[in-house]
């Protein structure tokens, strides 16, 4: 089954602690991407990858890493959480080409809620 | 600051009816538009896209795209109680250089359809 998984789906963590979500796809994506959804604001882009090894800003970067050593795989790193990062999380995949334009059709995972205490 | 702009609602259709939810965005050289459907505590879902002006129909839904007028609407007929959901407006500029692969979302619209 194609799809994008995340883990963990829920996670209550504390101040200052690391934290890493997880994500993989299993459709040979190049692109992957990053969102926060917060009540009010929307989704709003965190980081995304175009390949392996090429990651960029999204609108919302700061307090969060990101790396893609694999196709697959994308983490997203919390070095040191803080509330204003409690949030509904998602990571979203999609093939970067199709007749010659950049077609973006996302597909997203699960979601992971975070609460930082 | 690229802006995708949508009626928060909520809309309230009843069941058979035509649901219109419309979508403006602000950068003219976009050239990738999406609706996705997200129900409440669910990841988003991705019903529609559209590349090209005009209309386009699948199954229930018609996405409908009007470049000059930086609109982009997704009509929804005989809408059914199931698709009470919250739709999301996205616009991605393609390629032309810095921002090809960023998909920018309105906050949606909230849809229920009344039984």
């Known amino acids: 089954e194609a799809q994008v998984t995340q883990n963990p789906r829920y996670l209550i963590t504390v101040t200052g602690k690391k934290l890493t979500v997880t994500c993989s796809q299993n459709m040979n994506h190049e692109y992957m991407s990053w969102y926060r959804q917060d009540p009010g604001l929307g989704l709003r882009q965190i980081y995304y990858?175009?390949?392996?090894?090429v990651t960029d800003k999204g609108d919302v970067p700061e307090g969060y890493k990101v790396s893609r050593k694999e196709k697959r795989n994308f983490p997203l790193i919390l070095e040191s959480p803080s509330p204003n990062q409690t949030s509904l999380y998602f990571c979203?995949?999609?093939?970067?080409w199709g007749r010659g334009i950049s077609y973006n059709e996302q597909f997203f995972g699960p979601g992971t809620r975070l609460t930082v205490l | 600051q690229k802006e995708v702009e949508q009626n928060s609602g909520p809309l309230s259709v009843p069941e058979g009816a035509i649901a219109s939810l419309n979508c403006t965005y602000s950068?003219?050289?976009?050239?990738?538009f999406f609706w996705y459907r997200q129900y409440s505590g669910k990841s988003p879902e991705l019903i529609m896209s559209i590349y090209s002006n005009g209309d386009k129909e699948d199954g229930r839904f018609t996405a409908q795209l009007n470049k000059a007028s930086q609109y982009v609407s997704l009509l929804i007929r005989d809408s059914q109680p199931s698709d009470s959901a919250t739709y999301l407006c996205?616009?991605?500029?393609?390629?032309?250089?810095?921002?090809?692969?960023?998909?920018?979302f309105g906050k949606g619209t909230k849809l229920s359809v009344i039984p």
């Open positions: 950068d003219r050289g976009s050239q990738s």
């Open positions: 990858s175009m390949n392996v090894e």
């Open positions: 996205a616009v991605n500029r393609g390629y032309s250089g810095a921002g090809s692969y960023q998909l920018t």
């Open positions: 979203a995949s999609s093939f970067r």
